[in-house]
T-cell receptor
Framework: QKEVEQNSGPLSVPEGAIASLNCTYS??????FFWYRQYSGKSPELIMS????GDKEDGRFTAQLNKASQYVSLLIRDSQPSDSATYLC??????????FGTGTRLTVIP | KAGVTQTPRYLIKTRGQQVTLSCSPI?????VSWYQQTPGQGLQFLFE???????NKGNFPGRFSGRQFSNSRSEMNVSTLELGDSALYLC?????????????FGPGTRLTVL
């Protein structure tokens, strides 16, 4: 079983819609969770970090964490074509460094 | 505040050669982590240095090594290059060691092994 799993997509949403990206992780002791955005040919860019259960909002982005279900999600409201990218979920299980999911490719259709 | 810088941005090498990549972290960050990104395997952790000490190591052969200097700049070395080493090599800097804190990536070095 992989440490971090994401649906590879592609996920297509119309402009203005809500994009929902999901991630599950295997280590129940994980404490730190991150979402990165990666445009094609570029390096990952940190967009959200979350450490406790519940929701964390930053502009159009909301991260949701449920440690009991070992599930973290990212919602993008009012999706824009510029949001089209691969979104990487990263989890720190505590003992070592970050484990990354393989990413979900999001396409926002104008 | 300046971001993470990596040099060189592109490298072309042949099998059997060795290569050294450099990473300068964000000012004040003492943790530098290295990752390999390939289309098939995604982002995989190589190792982390904090205050000149290797803190964590991923599951890569001994051909991959690194070091960190007193100014927190880090270098990564790959010896006896293989075709499968072709990848985007990313470094990330953080204030906190061990991946618990936010990590900020550099632009990466794209290595092609012929």
């Amino acid at each position: 079983q992989k440490e971090v799993e994401q649906n590879s997509g592609p996920l297509s949403v119309p402009e203005g819609a809500i994009a929902s990206l999901n991630c599950t992780y295997s280590d129940r002791g994980s404490q730190s969770f991150f979402w990165y955005r990666q445009y094609s040919g570029k390096s990952p860019e940190l967009i959200m970090s979350i450490y406790s259960n519940g929701d964390k909002e930053d502009g159009r982005f909301t991260a949701q964490l449920n440690k009991a279900s070992q599930y973290v999600s990212l919602l993008i409201r009012d999706s824009q074509p510029s949001d089209s990218a691969t979104y990487l979920c990263a989890v720190n299980p505590g003992a070592n460094n970050l484990f990354f999911g393989t990413g979900t490719r999001l396409t926002v259709i104008p | 505040k300046a971001g993470v810088t990596q040099t060189p941005r592109y490298l072309i090498k042949t099998r059997g050669q060795q290569v050294t990549l450099s990473c300068s972290p964000i000012s004040g960050h003492r943790s530098v982590s290295w990752y390999q990104q390939t289309p098939g395997q995604g982002l995989q952790f190589l190792f982390e240095y904090f205050s000149e000490t290797q803190r964590n190591k991923g599951n890569f052969p001994g051909r991959f090594s690194g070091r960190q200097f007193s100014n927190s700049r880090s270098e990564m070395n790959v010896s006896t290059l293989e075709l499968g080493d072709s990848a985007l090599y990313l470094c990330a800097s953080s204030f906190i060691s061990g991946g618990a804190g936010e990590q900020f990536f550099g632009p990466g070095t794209r290595l092609t092994v012929l």
